[in-house]
């Protein structure tokens, strides 16, 4: 590491920051400033202006989104997606990772990250993809056949048969948003 120090002093002394857990001398200077007069704004938008004033001056900042990208606004503007060059789509100096449909691996990702260190882990998702995704895992460990249905009138049911030896339970989970009719 004192050799790398020697042979490269900057990039050294950036790792060395991050290892530590240190921030950037005046990062929170990026941050945007909001009066409580100010008009409501919804609350994924609010995070993608954050992530967007502090993403240059956090380089140790690297995240996503489990699906729906332009919905959740995890992406700052003119970002690289991290992906292999030859699919013309990023690199791997990209800072934003598309999950895919992986909800579970974007959580297990993200710890990684973190428990690593010298990287800031953020990631999206909406909770209705999260239980989904959580209650599949559970299940399907569990020797489990399921069916999952989505309705347009925003109702989420859920079928699975858990079976555990000569024992079986049908599981029903049923999730509105706050759009849908309570009936």
């Known amino acids: 590491m004192a050799e790398y120090g020697k042979k490269y002093p900057n ?3 950036e790792l060395t920051r991050r ?11 990026k941050l945007p400033v909001y009066k409580p007069g100010d008009a409501a704004v919804a609350s994924r938008k ?4 954050v992530l967007t004033a502090i993403h240059g001056a956090l ?3 690297f995240g996503g989104s489990a699906d729906l990208t332009g919905s959740n606004l995890t992406r700052v503007k003119n970002d ?14 990209g800072r934003y990772f598309r999950y895919g449909v992986r909800e579970h691996g ?3 990702i993200m710890n990684g990250l973190a428990a690593y260190g010298a990287i800031i ?16 895992i559970v299940l399907m460990g569990s020797r489990t056949s399921s069916r999952m249905l989505l309705v347009p009138s925003g109702w989420l049911l859920f079928l699975g048969i858990k079976s555990s030896g000569s024992v079986s339970r049908l599981l029903i989970v049923s999730i509105c948003s706050d759009e849908c009719s309570p009936y």
């Open 46 to 49: 609010l995070s993608e202006t």
């Open 11 to 13: 990039e050294h002394a």
């Open 59 to 61: 380089p140790e900042l």
């Open 121 to 136: 882990p953020f990631g999206g998702t909406f909770l209705v993809s999260l239980i989904i995704e959580g209650l599949r």
């Open 80 to 93: 690289i997606d991290f992906q292999p060059p030859s699919t013309g789509l990023g690199n791997y100096a």
């Open 106 to 108: 974007m959580g297990g």
């Open 19 to 29: 290892i530590k857990g240190e921030l950037p001398e005046g990062w929170e200077q």
